[in-house]
């Protein structure tokens, strides 16, 4: 999937040279249902792996015989319910917007491949809790999308800190020309620069 990026990307910046030849080739399988990949991204916001982890499973647990709730179990439980399961007030407001916005129609994934981007982050964000950046690792994580910048993950940034200096996170200046020198692959750039945090 990633063998022509890695390849370019190679021979455009000597700091991912070194990288891509230390980690080795990329793997990313998509995700498969964009409901529960949105529901799960809500639960893990702003909590350590493990915490949200354990909460997922609690979540998981009240729907007994189902490998995920469909939006329209999630609309039918108490938010009461939910909260038992350590899933906060706001959350559960999340997942019931999100459910809601699935069951009517207004997040609609079949028409995602018809879409740039943009069209997709401007389209889930109209969710609760839904942000730029859960938006931006939905394209890369669930939709496979190749050139995916994520200006605002924290870990990204520390990771074109510790390899490149940059300090200034600006839309302008030297992230415009690290994000001109990647494209179109910023998403394999990307992926190397979070594996390059445990280098």
Not at 57 to 62: D, G, L, S, T
Not at 115 to 135: R, Y
Not at 145 to 158: E, K, Y
Request: some cysteine.
């Amino acid at each position: 999937m990633f063998e022509e990026a890695t390849e370019a990307l190679k021979a455009k910046d000597p700091v991912l040279r070194e990288i891509i030849e230390t980690v080795g080739p990329l793997e990313l399988e998509p995700e498969g249902d964009a409901f529960r990949s949105l529901a799960e991204a809500i639960i893990y916001q702003q909590l350590s792996g493990k915490a949200a982890g354990t909460i997922l499973e609690r979540f998981k647990a009240i729907y007994a015989g189902k490998e995920f709730p469909a939006p329209g179990d999630i609309l039918e439980t108490p938010g009461e319910r939910l909260r038992e399961a350590g899933v906060s007030k706001q959350k559960s407001g999340y997942l019931k917007d999100l459910s809601q916005k699935f069951s009517e129609g207004t997040i609609t994934p079949e028409k995602f491949p018809e879409m740039s981007d943009e069209e997709v982050i401007e389209h889930l964000t109209q969710v609760k809790g839904i942000g730029t950046w859960t938006a931006e690792m939905f394209l890369i994580f669930q939709l496979g999308r190749p050139n995916v910048f994520p200006i605002d993950d924290m870990g990204f940034r520390n990771a074109i800190t510790k390899n490149y200096g940059i300090e200034d996170f600006s839309p302008s200046g030297e992230m415009d020309a690290l994000r001109e020198s990647w494209e179109p692959y910023c998403t394999a750039a990307t992926l190397y620069m979070w594996r390059s945090l445990a280098e």
